[in-house]
């Protein structure tokens, strides 16, 4: 049973650590949205974890691997100083340069017409 145990905790760190770690432009992607987005006094709380949920998908990186990544990082300040830079430059570019958005209308709006 022990044996097992130990093959099984082997074989599931070694997978775990074979994943695709997040590049360290995804990390500055995925902490400037998480800032861009708790900026947006405007938007619901709902709203903001749909967001998040979608920002998690584009950037390649989650929630849990960024709370692991700053506790990586709290005690090398070189290492949090690239990434602080890193989403800086993304905030500062969004900020200057916002992207035109085409207002698109919601379907559930639409005027339905009634048979007869």
Do not use: H
Request: hydrophobic letters at 45%.
């Amino acid at each position: 049973m022990i044996f097992r145990r130990k093959t099984l905790l082997i074989l599931v760190s070694g997978i775990l650590c074979a994943l695709p770690a997040a590049t360290p432009e995804q990390q500055a992607r995925f902490f400037a949205g998480v800032f861009i987005l708790d900026s947006r006094k405007d938007l619901s709380d709902t709203l903001k974890a749909v967001r998040f949920r979608e920002l998690e998908a584009v950037s390649g990186m989650k929630a849990a691997d960024a709370r692991a990544l700053l506790v990586s990082i709290r005690k090398r300040p070189e290492e949090w100083k690239r990434l602080y830079d890193g989403m800086m430059l993304i905030v500062t570019e969004a900020q200057a340069e916002p992207k035109k958005i085409q207002e698109t209308k919601d379907t559930l709006s639409k005027n339905v017409i009634k048979r007869r």
